[in-house]
C-alpha cells in the first residue's frame, strides 16, 4: 500500500495516479461499519477495474475547531495498518488545518477528488466535508459535475445500535469492555509502555508493571479488567488496575507472574477482556481465575 501525507492544498498530488475508487472518513477505530463500506470499495474496484484507496484526515476536527483533547481508539499508525491487511492500494492522508477546514465544499471535490482521478466514491451517510461541513453525501455527485458516481452506506446496526466510534467509546468509559469486539470486529487494545516494575516479594508469586498508554488509545474506566497481554517476547493473561491519583492522574498497573520477567520500557499491548470489578467486590481476589 502506498501511503500519501498530504499537508496542505499545494501538495496534494495531481500525476502519476490512477483511476480510482475513494473510501472516504475519518475511520477512528476502524469498526465493523467501516470495514462494511471499505469492502464495499474493494467490491466496486475489483469490478471496475479500479484502484481501492481511502482519504481520510489527522488530527480529528474537534482537536483543530473546538481545541479539545479527543480520545482516539487507534492511533494513525495503526490505523495505516488495518488499511493495508483490508486490501487498500493507496492511502492519502490529509491533514486537517484551519486552512482545510476553511475549503467550500466545491473546492475540496475538485482539489482531493477529482483531481485524484476519483471515479467512484463511497461514504458513510452523514458523512461531510468542506466549510462547516456544507458539503453532504448527497451533495458529492453534483459538487463532482459527473467525473465520478457515489455509493452510499447506510447506517450500520447491531442489537439496535449503531456502529460508531462514538458508541465505542461511551463502552470503554463505561468499564463494558467485553462488548466493544462485537462492534469493533475484537477485543479493544491499548498501547503503551512499562515505566516501573515493583520488587517482587518472596513471599508473592506475582510482582506488578505500571503502565503509561499512548496518547492515540483511550482507557476504560476505572476498575479491575481481565486482561491479555503482550509484548515482544510474550503474551500471556492477567489483571489490570486502572485508577486515580490524588494529582489527578491516573494510574495502569498490571500483575504479572513471577515467571515472567518484564523490564522498564518494554512495549505492551493491553487486550481488554472483561470488568472484573464487580466480581472482586463481591467475592475477593482469590475468587478470580485466570484461564
Request: glycine share 6%.
Amino acid at each position: 500500500m502506498k501511503t500519501t501525507f498530504l499537508k496542505s492544498i499545494s501538495t496534494c498530488v495531481q500525476t502519476k495516479v490512477k483511476p480510482c475508487v475513494m473510501a472516504l472518513g475519518f475511520f477512528d477505530g476502524v469498526h465493523l461499519g467501516h470495514k462494511q463500506l471499505i469492502e464495499k470499495a474493494k467490491y466496486i474496484a475489483r469490478q471496475k477495474g479500479l484502484e481501492l484507496t481511502v482519504l481520510t484526515f489527522f488530527p480529528h476536527p474537534k482537536e483543530v475547531l473546538n481545541d479539545v483533547k479527543f480520545h482516539y481508539l487507534i492511533s494513525l499508525e495503526r490505523k495505516i495498518e488495518i488499511f493495508e491487511q483490508l486490501g487498500v492500494e493507496r492511502l492519502y492522508v490529509i491533514r486537517f488545518d484551519k486552512e482545510f477546514a476553511s475549503l467550500e465544499p466545491e473546492v475540496f471535490v475538485q482539489k482531493y477528488l477529482i483531481s485524484l482521478q476519483v471515479r467512484e466514491v463511497v461514504a458513510g451517510f452523514d458523512f461531510t466535508y468542506g466549510s462547516k461541513g456544507l458539503g453532504t453525501i448527497e451533495t458529492l455527485e453534483t459538487h463532482g459535475k459527473g467525473t465520478f458516481r457515489v455509493t452510499m452506506i447506510p447506517k450500520v446496526e447491531l442489537y439496535k445500535k449503531k456502529i460508531s466510534s462514538t458508541y465505542i467509546r461511551s463502552l470503554l468509559r463505561s468499564g463494558k469492555v467485553d462488548q466493544i469486539a462485537y462492534y469493533l470486529g475484537d477485543h479493544y487494545e491499548t498501547k503503551g509502555w512499562i515505566t516501573h516494575v515493583y520488587e517482587l516479594s518472596t513471599l508473592n508469586c506475582i510482582y506488578k508493571v505500571k503502565i503509561k498508554a499512548s496518547l492515540f488509545n483511550s482507557l476504560p474506566n476505572y476498575g479491575i479488567y481481565k486482561v491479555n497481554v503482550q509484548t515482544k517476547q510474550r503474551k500471556f493473561q492477567s489483571i489490570c488496575f486502572i485508577c486515580e491519583r490524588k494529582d489527578g492522574e491516573v494510574d495502569v498497573e498490571i500483575d504479572v507472574p513471577k515467571q515472567i520477567k518484564l523490564r522498564n520500557h518494554e512495549k505492551v499491548i493491553i487486550k481488554w477482556l472483561d470488568d472484573l470489578s464487580e466480581q472482586l467486590w463481591l467475592n475477593g481476589r482469590e475468587a478470580i481465575k485466570l484461564v
